[in-house]
């Protein structure tokens, strides 16, 4: 049972540099998100996908930017990374989005060190 | 913006009860969810209000007062496996219906 899977595990990275953080899930959920999670601010929403073909920005998109070809994967980019995104980057998914959506499933997270 | 609150820490014996609290004061309200992270793990699904009362799973129980802007997760018989951050979240439909999480509250079991 795969789940969420997500790739790097952990990555450093210099800042200025593009980097890609890959989400794929085999549930067929329907909506998918990306969080970051640092210490004492808890898990803000970075972006979001109700459905394969939309996206949505969440409380701190700024710097971030997602597509959502397929329904299985939903990779995160940053263009052009600052120290400020260094953190825990989780995706999850849900089967449903809207007023039917359930609970979220996480992948395993991604731990980015910009320098 | 969307406030929620819940303590930082929480320390417990082996056996005993503890309850975690978490009130919200956010633009919208359509369901409150509990999760239990463990130290360098994801979040996992604990429980799920959306009504007042009391949702009861095993040694997990969840508490809803929407009137309060109030709910508490009940972890009852501690073993030394819930030592973890247990994060409050609320769904939120003036933000489509996106989850808003607390900072969570890190639970330590002692023996």
Redesign the interface.
């Known amino acids: 049972i795969a789940g969420i899977t997500q790739a790097p595990t952990s990555q450093i990275l210099a800042a200025g540099r593009r980097m890609t953080l890959r989400c794929t899930q085999d549930m067929r959920h329907n909506a998918m998100?990306w969080?970051r999670q640092d210490l004492?601010?808890?898990?803000?929403?970075i972006h979001?996908s109700?459905t394969a073909g939309t996206t949505?920005k969440?409380?701190v998109p700024d710097g971030y930017s997602v597509s959502r070809a397929n329904t299985d994967d939903f990779p995160l980019t940053l263009a052009s990374a600052v120290p400020s995104q260094t953190s825990v980057y989780?995706c999850a998914s849900s089967r449903e989005?809207?007023?039917n959506?359930?609970?979220?499933?996480?992948?395993?997270?991604s731990r980015l060190t910009v320098l | 913006g969307q406030n929620?609150d819940q303590p930082?820490e929480m320390t417990a014996t082996e056996g005993a009860i503890v309850q975690i609290n978490c009130t919200y004061q956010t633009s919208g309200f359509?369901g409150l969810?509990w999760?239990q992270q463990h130290a360098g793990?994801?979040?996992?699904?604990l429980s799920?209000n959306v009504l007042d009362g009391l949702e009861e799973k095993g040694r997990f129980s969840s508490f809803l007062s929407r009137s309060k802007g109030y709910s508490y997760l009940l972890l009852k018989e501690l073993q030394m496996k819930d030592s973890a951050s247990y994060?409050c979240?609320v769904?939120d439909?003036h933000r489509?219906?996106?989850?808003?999480?607390?900072?969570?509250t890190t639970v330590t079991v002692r023996a």
């Open positions: 998100y969080y004492g601010l808890g898990l803000r929403l979001y109700n949505g969440g409380e989780f989005a809207g007023p959506t359930g609970e979220l499933f996480f992948g395993e997270g | 929620i930082t359509n969810f999760y793990e994801a979040p996992t699904f799920y994060l979240a769904r439909p489509d219906y996106k989850l808003s999480f607390g900072a969570g």
